[in-house]
């Protein structure tokens, strides 16, 4: 059974920053992309960030120039840094691979429990 487990939300001031990271575990054969997604109340869930096992990226418009996805390939393990957080970058955060089982090796997106991001104005 594989598990996407995040850490890193909670509560901080505008233009302050929070660090995001997500562990996948069990019995993975391969991930391709892993990345962060958040949902607002009362709006769609949305991509926030993304990388490929090669290290490219993929940002929204919205937090370009102040969040860094970073992944670690060893550990399975993908980051986010958040800096000059603004009050509209409140949300759920989720983190999802697209990733391998070893007992179907089929491709499949896997998402986090998601965790909480506010930020104070």
Known sequence: QVQLVESGGGLVQAGGSLRLS???????????????YRQAPGKQRELVAAI????????????????????????????????SLKPEDTAVYY????????????????????????VSS
């Open 22 to 36: 997500c562990a996948a575990s069990g019995s993975i054969f391969s991930i391709n992309a892993m990345g962060w």
């Open 95 to 118: 983190c999802n691979a697209y990733l391998a089982e070893v007992a179907t090796m089929l491709m499949t997106d896997y998402w986090g429990q998601g965790t909480q991001v506010t």
């Open 52 to 83: 490929t096992s090669g290290g490219s990226t993929n940002y929204t418009d919205s937090v370009k120039g102040r969040f860094t996805v970073s992944r670690d390939n060893a550990k399975n393990t993908v980051y986010l840094q958040m800096n």
